[in-house]
């Protein structure tokens, strides 16, 4: 399989567009672990199997690991997207929210730093400032694997439609990651519809794995991990709160993706 990675030529992407721990590696730990995304082979003709996963990381690295740990089997030999995570920035004082893509042989294969930071104030809600602890990435990423081209980016972004086009029209994305914790009240009035319209406008298959539940006092995740065809259409979704307790609730949801149909679709639509 082949690695692609490319920024905007001349420019970044911030401009193009309109303008608390490491990394996870295999010595680093992370509050907020997630698996996210899986990519396999099918025994299907012209189709790759893929599935979704979601989870509600606490404030327990332990419990978030353990959780990790019965998603996904080690030695699986698939290719695992996991996002976001803190990656310490260029002081200590700035993280970066960054999509991590590792592939079948458990190396990390890309690494994407979120471009569109949250802040917000949510009505009835609480104050967001992403921008005062995490710095704005500044490249557009792609990888080339067997599900196709993937373009990769994580959970704010969504509501930036000029990134996914940016992916699909000059970098020519077929499959779209966005990983994401959207906060109760936003994502029960916008995640399935962005979700929908992203893969719409770009005719890309989406691959949207979300937080759920309930992490702390403060916070609180929507979840609904969906997968969404290029017509819009879910064809994967998981509900439900996933954590470490959490006995009797499907873990996956997964669905086919076939090429086909993505062609068709770019074709037919009008």
């Known amino acids: 399989m082949s690695f692609c990675r490319h920024s905007t030529p001349n420019?970044?992407?911030?401009?193009?567009?309109?303008?608390?721990?490491?990394?996870?590696?295999?010595?680093?730990?992370?509050?907020?672990?997630?698996?996210?995304?899986?990519?396999?082979?099918s025994t299907m003709a012209n189709s790759v199997r893929v599935a979704v996963v979601q989870m509600t990381s606490v404030n327990d690295i332990a419990a978030n690991f353990a959780t990790c740990s019965r998603l996904v089997k080690p030695e699986s030999k698939i290719w695992i997207s996991l996002g976001g995570f803190q990656e310490k920035g260029q002081d200590d004082a700035q993280l970066f929210n960054t999509h991590v893509l590792i592939d079948d042989t458990g190396n990390i294969r890309s690494k994407y730093r979120k471009i569109h930071l949250f802040d917000v104030d949510v009505p009835g809600g609480a104050v967001y400032k992403e921008s005062s602890f995490t710095e704005g990435g500044k490249e557009v990423v792609m990888?080339?694997?067997?599900?196709?081209?993937?373009?990769?980016?994580?959970?704010?972004?969504?509501?930036?439609?000029?990134?996914?086009?940016?992916?699909r029209f000059q970098h020519e994305a077929q499959v779209l990651l966005v990983p994401a914790a959207f906060t109760k009240v936003t994502g029960q009035a916008h995640w399935e519809i962005l979700l929908r319209a992203r893969a719409i406008e770009t005719q890309c298959y989406v691959i949207a794995a979300a937080?759920?539940?309930?992490?702390?006092?403060?916070?609180?995740?929507?979840?609904?991990?969906?997968?969404?065809?290029?017509?819009?259409?879910?064809?994967?979704?998981?509900?439900?709160?996933?954590?470490?307790?959490?006995?009797d609730l499907s873990?996956?949801?997964?669905?086919?993706?076939?090429?086909?149909?993505?062609?068709?679709c770019r074709l037919g639509s009008t």
């Open 143 to 167: 990888v080339d694997i067997s599900i196709g081209r993937l373009g990769v980016t994580v959970c704010y972004d969504l509501r930036f439609p000029g990134l996914y086009q940016l992916l």
């Open 211 to 247: 937080q759920a539940g309930k992490h702390n006092d403060k916070r609180e995740s929507y979840g609904d991990s969906l997968i969404i065809d290029p017509w819009g259409t879910i064809i994967g979704r998981l509900t439900g709160r996933i954590d470490s307790d959490t006995k």
């Open 251 to 264: 873990p996956a949801v997964t669905a086919h993706f076939f090429h086909d149909q993505l062609e068709s």
């Open 11 to 41: 420019s970044s992407p911030v401009s193009w567009i309109q303008s608390r721990r490491r990394l996870v590696s295999k010595h680093s730990r992370s509050q907020s672990v997630a698996i996210r995304a899986i990519a396999g082979n």
